[in-house]
């Protein structure tokens, strides 16, 4: 692995991370396997792992999974989306920020996190008082750098003011979502990112599944038949998918790798999140870190989904655009309702 530095935090990382999530009970629950493919991951020199509270019971089984390799790692997690039903178990609050880590830090049994990061905006809580609360954590030794994820360029411009302003830590790292079939960052996020001296961390470089080759033009198969995945149904991104698996196999490049390999080739990229349910896979997606793509394919690739663009778009309810939320339209239906 060649590691490259964490934005400005003096952090190096490998450029793929483990992705966390499919361990747990909803993904991989067996924790015999859990504690082999950690393994094999540091192993193969990956030292970035990120997992969330929000991803059931990730934490617990990586903290087991990491006894005796945490001062390996680069570990990170995330607080924000919803636990549970409590109103105020959610958000960026300090009241909530404060409980929030305390639970991840028994969790994963350890002392401190190396990166703290908010899981999506929160536009009802003003970002002083969320940067407020993690200045008090990096202050305290809990936490070591903080971030963000899934932040629009203007929100990310607002809070490296305010952190400059009012003398408080400021976000280091972006957690977006990118792929060849959403490269819509490549507008203002990673340019914002790069201006400010942010890293950066992909997840769902894979697109969710349909850059695997599991998603075939005529083809049913189980991630389509997955409701929370309607995107994977759209067919203007499945002709885009049918162009990509022909380039792959022109170039002898397996689409996995393809798709890796393109997204950590952008200079404004730090990592990108690989999130294996078996060790097949994670054999599968380690296998891509030695793949480097030219500017030929490159440019085939910008010939299919050009740059800034994207084919469809990801329709997962955690990731709907701020602006359709009902607190933030002209006319909010659900707060006449509730009123």
Same mark, same amino acid.
């Given at each position: ?12 990382? &490998? ?9 747990? &009970? ?7 396997? *859990? ?27 990586? %903290? $087991?999974?990491?006894?005796? =390799? ?6 990170? /997690?995330?607080? /924000? ?9 959610? %958000?960026? /609050?300090? =009241?909530?920020i404060m409980t ?19 899981? =999506? ?19 305290? %030794? ?6 963000? &994820?899934?932040?629009?360029? /203007? ?5 490296q003011w305010v ?15 990118? &792929? ?14 790069? =201006?400010?001296?942010?890293?950066? *961390? ?15 033009? %005529? ?64 054999? #599968? ?9 030219? #500017? ?35 006319r909010p239906s659900?707060? $006449?309702?509730?009123?």
């Amino acid at each position: 692995m060649k590691y490259r530095p964490l934005g400005r935090t003096g952090i190096h990382v &490998s450029p793929f991370a483990l992705g966390a999530m499919m361990f747990s &009970s909803f993904g991989n629950g067996d924790q015999g396997e *859990v504690d082999q493919m950690v393994a094999r991951a540091l192993d193969a020199g990956v030292n970035l792992v990120d997992t969330a509270d929000a991803y059931g019971d990730s934490e617990e089984m990586l %903290g $087991r999974a990491l006894r005796g =390799r945490r001062d390996e790692v680069v570990l990170a /997690s995330k607080f /924000s989306r919803p636990i549970g039903e409590d109103v105020n178990h959610r %958000g960026g /609050s300090r =009241r909530w920020i404060m409980t929030a880590v305390e639970n991840t830090l028994r969790r994963l049994q350890t002392d401190h996190l190396d990166l703290y990061q908010m899981h =999506r905006p929160d536009p009802e809580t003003d970002v002083e008082e969320t940067l407020s609360a993690l200045t008090d954590l990096v202050r305290s %030794g809990k936490v070591r750098a903080i971030g963000s &994820s899934d932040m629009p360029a /203007s929100d990310m411009v607002e809070a490296q003011w305010v952190a400059e302003r009012r003398g408080l830590e400021r976000f280091r790292v972006e957690q977006p979502h990118y &792929s060849i079939l959403d490269r819509t960052i490549e507008r203002e996020v990673l340019p914002v990112a790069q =201006r400010y001296g942010l890293g950066t *961390v992909i997840w769902s470089p894979l697109a969710s599944g349909m850059l695997t080759g599991r998603v075939r033009r %005529g083809q049913e198969s189980d991630l389509r038949r997955t409701a929370m995945f309607a995107a994977l149904r759209d067919e203007r991104r499945i002709d885009a998918v049918e162009e990509l698996v022909a380039l792959a196999e022109e170039v002898e490049i397996p689409l996995t790798h393809l798709a890796l390999a393109f997204v950590i080739a952008h200079p404004g990229v730090t990592a990108a999140l690989i999130g294996p349910r078996t060790m097949e896979q994670l054999d #599968d997606l380690l296998a891509a870190a030695e793949i480097a793509l030219d #500017d030929e394919v490159l440019d085939r690739v910008d010939a299919i989904v050009p740059p800034g663009t994207g084919v469809g778009r990801m329709d997962q309810e955690y990731n709907t655009p701020p602006i359709l939320e009902a607190t933030l339209r002209r006319r909010p239906s659900a707060q $006449r309702s509730a009123a």
